[in-house]
């Protein structure tokens, strides 16, 4: 449980957590997301979401913050890959929430 916090958020979040999982097993799949903002902080090792910090927002930032550690101590060479809905329907990962 992540606590309050935005979709993109929870993608970043998302995808390190399988680069981890990936990197113990030294596995070379590919992971993929829906979404480009979450890539994008992945490829820079840093989130940039206007979250506000709060009591409610704290649980997100903190594995936020441990995620942005995570990737910069650690060198993965999985690839990420963009889901693309308009051709293969809704990530099954979405567990049909959209």
């Known amino acids: 449980h992540i606590g309050l916090a935005t979709n993109n958020v929870g993608e970043f979040l998302a995808i390190v957590h ?3 999982l990936l990197y113990k097993h030294e596995s070379p799949l590919p992971v993929y997301s829906d979404s480009t903002t ?4 992945v ?3 840093k989130v ?3 979250l506000e910090r709060n009591d409610q927002t704290a649980e997100a930032w903190d594995l936020v913050e441990r995620g942005e550690k995570w990737l910069q101590t650690h060198l993965f060479t999985n690839r ?8 293969w329907g809704e990530n099954p ?4 929430r959209k």
């Open 18 to 20: 399988d680069l981890a």
């Open 38 to 41: 979450a890539i994008n902080w």
């Open 43 to 45: 490829l820079k090792k």
């Open 48 to 50: 940039k979401t206007s």
């Open 80 to 87: 990420i890959r963009k889901w693309e809905t308009e051709h």
């Open 93 to 96: 990962a979405d567990y049909g």
